[in-house]
């Protein structure tokens, strides 16, 4: 199976059942209005794993994203600190990537954590929060919230 970079950080079997969560996850995605499925997975930096897919919503904005979904749930049961997170698709020519929001979300729980952009057939490409958003909207022109 061919990678883009090599998963440096985590170990094969924690890399592929991350991997396994988020394909897992996809299949529940509530997506009536686009039939875009994403499904994410999250590993604290504890080994506990949490899952999510899209809610779309006929309003637009409502809707929320696998990524933002995982987090949140990880967050929900006092999770913090995150070593990698895995997203899902249907794409079959381009590896998944987070949007900007979620990009932003990510960011606030660090920057040296790896994302996982998959295809179906296995592959993935492995970046770093900092890599994939490197200046936080916070420090653009903003007074940093202490």
Not at 41 to 48: E, F, N, S
Not at 138 to 146: L, P
Request: charged share 25%.
């Amino acid at each position: 199976m061919a990678h883009e970079r090599p998963a440096s950080a985590l170990e094969p079997e924690l890399v592929q059942r991350l991997l396994l969560s988020c394909r897992e996850a996809k299949k529940s995605a509530y997506c009536p209005y686009s039939h875009f499925r994403v499904g994410a997975a999250i590993l604290t930096r504890d080994g506990r794993i949490f899952s999510g897919c899209n809610v779309e919503n006929i309003c637009y904005p409502l809707g929320v994203c696998a990524e933002r979904t995982a987090i949140q749930k990880a967050i929900s049961e006092g999770h913090r600190e995150f070593r990698a997170i895995a997203i899902s698709s249907d794409m079959q020519d381009d590896f998944i990537s987070p949007c900007g929001a979620c990009r932003q979300v990510m960011r606030e729980f660090g920057t040296n954590w790896s994302v996982y952009m998959t295809k179906p057939d296995g592959t993935y490409v492995v970046r770093t929060v900092l890599e994939l958003l490197p200046v936080p909207f916070g420090s653009i022109g903003w007074r940093k919230i202490q």
